[in-house]
């Protein structure tokens, strides 16, 4: 059999991700609606089944320290990856030429839309967090979904001490942020 033939599994496997995709491609339509915080909340734990997902994929082990960690990744990730570390801040460029990084909008299952750069966020800071050893926090400072041609994030490494945001009893008085996808 030549590549240009199929067989009737591949077929049906064909027939079962186009249906797959057609739903997710909905889901996500209702997830773009959500308000901020039902948007993080979600974004967060597709995030964190992609970060799991990736890192197997990409064989990155859990025990790298943080150099080693950066290293690989701008060496051996999915893309081209510009990382420059200055202390406790970590500048992470991703070289996409305009093309969004995730699966999802690769494979053309959902649109790219401003509200996946939350996902990108959560993302960029569960695959840095085990390796630092410490909370970070990512602001998306550039992205293919605002018009640009790669995506750019900063990474501030934080102290274990104490996690970014409001203490516990500012949290019922301090207003949410305004855009979730630029900090988390």
């Not at 406790?88 to 053309?108: K, S």
């Amino acid at each position: 059999m030549d590549q240009t033939q199929t067989t009737p599994e591949d077929w049906i496997a064909k027939l079962i991700r186009d249906y797959q995709d057609t739903i997710t491609r909905g889901a996500f339509e209702g997830i773009y609606q959500l308000d901020e915080k039902g948007l993080n909340t979600v974004m967060q734990e597709q995030a964190r089944s992609c970060v799991h997902a990736f890192a197997k994929l990409y064989d990155i082990a859990e025990d790298l320290d943080l150099e080693s960690f950066l290293e690989k990744m701008a060496t051996g990730g999915a893309s081209k990856i510009n990382i420059q570390r200055d202390g406790n801040t970590i500048l992470w460029e991703e070289q996409h030429e305009g093309q969004c990084m995730c699966p999802f909008v690769r494979r053309d299952v959902i649109p790219l839309k401003p509200g996946l750069c939350v996902c990108a966020v959560h993302w960029l800071r569960m695959l840095i967090e085990p390796h630092a050893g410490k909370p970070v926090r990512v602001e998306m400072l550039d992205s293919v979904a605002q018009g640009s041609q790669n995506c750019a994030a900063s990474s501030a490494l934080r102290s274990r001490t104490r996690r970014w945001g409001p203490r516990p009893s500012e949290r019922e008085h301090s207003p949410p942020p305004s855009h979730p996808w630029t900090s988390i």
